[in-house]
């Protein structure tokens, strides 16, 4: 066994990839939120339709539970209806492409 592929090291490298997709999440929640309550400020129609919440990772994955939490909480808070949407692939560019065109 080589340093590069220690146990340790590997443990890290995952404990690292977990952290940032958590961080993604919340990052993406947190301007959900503030998109929704600035939105709110300015119409109280809005939304009209069904929001959209993009998840750039695959389903049954940690984020997509985390973000099914986080849009039924938003769902009964507006009284609108959530729509979780994963879009995964080419490590989160196809999501973020997609939200980009939305």
Known sequence: MTARSSPGRLYLLRAVRRMRRLVSIASAA???VAAV???QASDD??????IRLIV?????ASTDVVSRVI???L???LGQQIVIENRAGASGNIGA???MCS
């Open 56 to 60: 750039p990772f695959p389903a049954g």
């Open 45 to 50: 129609s809005w939304p009209q339709r069904p």
């Open 75 to 77: 769902s009964q808070d």
């Open 37 to 39: 309550t600035a939105a």
């Open 97 to 99: 492409a997609n939200h």
């Open 30 to 32: 947190a301007l959900l």
């Open 71 to 73: 849009g039924q909480r």
